[in-house]
């Protein structure tokens, strides 16, 4: 998409543009590669953002460049300006895929990714091959990532505070237990009291150290002992595979434990379950590209 008009002051247009793709690309040499333009030309058009912002937009840290505070306060209105534009440009809502050149980011948790990820990057290398997609994991701290334009979509149990998100419920989840192959639980019938006598490990983001089973033990009496917790599904499940602790996967992720040879069980308490979902910010509403993007999210979780 290219601006022909100039606004107030003579400033172009197409400024907000390169905005948009230099703080995405955070790199001057990423963002004319984006562009097709040279990097001469990419950094003087980062001077003359700089001059009509009246800030340094994006400086130095180590081998790096970092946005300031005031591009990253920016960086949700310019993304919902541009993403405007591409689609008043675009006739009767329809778009070429194949000749579609975005990136887009997901907000998820590492398991979707080690789940779908596949599956999705042939997708896009089937239908949008000019599209480059990027997953971020879920933050130890809660941002609002959609507003400010740091994720285009957001997969997994929703918790965002931002009320003008856009949120669609697909399916509620359920946890099973997953051990290693040959664990002393699994000899003997599987109680609650035998299940809370065990050592166990927590998956959390921020690091908490308890959640939902505790509240179902307690509800029973009885109380279990957390050795500790760890970022990721993955990554947990390595540990477990190792170790006689017990810890917890998504029904939907078991392959992930199989392929390690763990073994997953039903849990024998009464835990609730998560509604998994998919957020995004209104302005990527009228988004022929984003729409895609959103169904591609839909049709996976659905198989």
Known sequence: MRVTQSGPAGLDLNLLLALDVLLE???VSGAAARLHL????????????????????????GRTMVPTP????????VRSVVERARALFLTGGEIDLRTLERNFTVLAHD?????????????????????????????HVDVPALREGVADLELGVIDSRSPEVRVEHLFDERMLGVVRPGHPLLRGPLTARRFAAGEHLIVSRRGRLEGPVDTALAEQ??????????GSYPASLFVLRETDLIGLIATRTVRQAEALGLVTFEVPLDLPTLPFGLAWHPRHDADPAHTWLRACARELVHA
């Open 111 to 139: 398991s979707f990714a080690a789940s779908y990820g596949a599956t999705l990057f042939r997708r896009m290398a089937e239908e949008a091959p000019g599209v480059r997609l990027r997953f971020l994991s879920e933050s």
């Open 70 to 77: 005031h591009a990253l306060s920016l960086q949700g209105e």
């Open 38 to 61: 040279s990097e001469p030309a990419m950094s003087r058009t980062l001077g003359r953002i700089r001059k009509a912002l009246g800030d340094p937009v994006l400086v130095r840290a």
């Open 221 to 230: 009496g009885l109380s279990r002992r957390v050795v500790g917790s760890i």
């Open 25 to 27: 690309e955070s790199s």
